[in-house]
């Protein structure tokens, strides 16, 4: 189940966020710290996992503390989704 939660982040980040569909992107690479991703990105990303994977993102997670990663975002959807 994380797997393809991780392959639909990875989609729509490289398709939607990044407009690079042949970028690949690794499930521990750093999207935020490293600048792959800005905030304005995040709350697209937000607003795609709440609307994908039915779970709620506050605004104060929205930082790289939270979901740096493509496993960080997924661990979250799995928690709240189980939660």
């Not at 939660?5 to 690794?26: D, F, G, H, M, W």
């Amino acid at each position: 189940m994380k797997n393809k939660i991780i392959q639909a982040l990875e989609t729509y980040l490289k398709q939607e966020v990044l407009q690079q569909p042949n970028r690949s992107i690794q499930a521990v690479e750093p999207l935020i710290s490293s600048g792959l991703i800005d905030s304005f990105s995040l709350v697209d990303v937000a607003l795609f996992v709440e609307d994908n994977f039915d779970v709620r993102i506050d605004d104060t997670e929205l930082n790289a503390d939270v979901f740096d990663t493509l496993n960080q975002l997924a661990d979250l959807i799995v928690e709240r989704q189980n939660g």
